[in-house]
């Protein structure tokens, strides 16, 4: 017989543990632009999401899609501006990243779910008031800070068998604004909300380093806050480590910082002895 299949047949009876541990958990997973990449990887990251919901955990997306706005704000002429990490946007760049988040990346995400046999279903944080934002800073325009989360509607999508796709946009309180939130950031106040049993955070750098370049597999949210303070947590870390903490904070039972780009990334992390990145926990 080939090898092939038996080590096949071995993977899967060693993921049984996991798998038993992770029956009903509710996993969150942010899938940023820059870990989208071509169609393939698209199309695997899709089949794990099916895999996750057909072995009864309960995935749910939240996305970004950082460079397909910068794409389509070229296209028009809009030029962006950043501050602390964060897109500078007003009336006319909110406008266009709604349309390109929850009306393209976000439809992409539930179309390859969907080929792959999972019942994904796309909204973004306006839908049944998922996340009401304020402004975050009045330098920053229409950038939201989530302030109040209605998650039913996710746990209720969860419980009909479906996959949310979530796209980082909050209405404000008025009724009528568009708040274009950070999808790391969207991602924490959705898991926090659901007191989910895991946020992976998926990312293009293999996880959180120490002092010595080697990536921490296992962090405190003290070790964190130390390693933010002394400078080894620095750039483009800091707030993703941030979103981390306040997660843990508001009950996420562990937050995972990793690569998206490794094959089959989530399921490394799940079902696997192996595990992958940082996990940052309590
Ligand atoms: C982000 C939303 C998209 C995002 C933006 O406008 O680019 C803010 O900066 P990635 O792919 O996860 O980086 N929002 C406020 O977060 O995309």
Redesign the pocket.
């Known amino acids: 017989m080939n090898r092939d299949w038996i080590a096949t047949a071995r993977t899967l009876s060693e993921a049984l543990p996991y798998l038993q541990r992770f029956t009903g958990a509710v996993v969150v997973v942010k899938f940023?632009?820059?870990a989208m990449g071509n169609d393939e990887a698209m199309a695997e990251f899709a089949r794990d999401m099916v895999l996750m919901r057909q072995v009864g955990v309960n995935p749910v997306v939240v996305h970004?899609?950082?460079?397909m706005?910068n794409e389509m704000l070229g296209k028009l002429n809009i030029e962006s501006d950043w501050v602390r990490g964060?897109?500078v946007?007003d009336k006319a760049t909110v406008e266009v990243?709604e349309m390109v988040?929850a009306g393209m990346v976000n439809k992409r995400i539930v179309q390859a779910i969907n080929h792959e046999g999972g019942r994904g279903i796309g909204i973004s944080g306006k839908d049944d008031g998922l996340m009401i934002c304020d402004a975050d800073d009045p330098e920053l325009g229409f950038?939201g800070r989530p302030s109040e989360m209605n998650v039913q509607v996710v746990r209720d999508l969860c419980d009909a068998g479906m996959i949310p796709v979530i796209a980082?946009i909050g209405a404000g309180r008025e009724g009528n604004e568009t708040y274009?939130?950070?999808?790391?950031t969207a991602a924490g106040a959705i898991a926090g909300a659901l007191k989910a049993d895991r946020l992976l955070l998926l990312t293009d750098v293999a996880g959180v380093k120490g002092a010595d370049g080697e990536v921490v597999t296992q962090l405190s949210t003290q070790q964190v806050r130390d390693m933010i303070a002394d400078g080894t947590i620095a750039g483009g870390m800091i707030p993703k480590t941030e979103t981390a903490l306040k997660a843990v904070e508001d009950g996420v039972r562990a937050v995972v910082i990793q690569d998206g780009r490794v094959a089959n990334a989530c399921l490394l992390e799940l079902f696997t002895e192996h595990g992958a990145g940082s996990m940052i926990r309590n």
């Open positions: 940023g632009g820059n970004g899609g950082g460079p706005i964060k897109r946007t990243v988040l950038v980082p274009n939130v950070n999808g790391d």
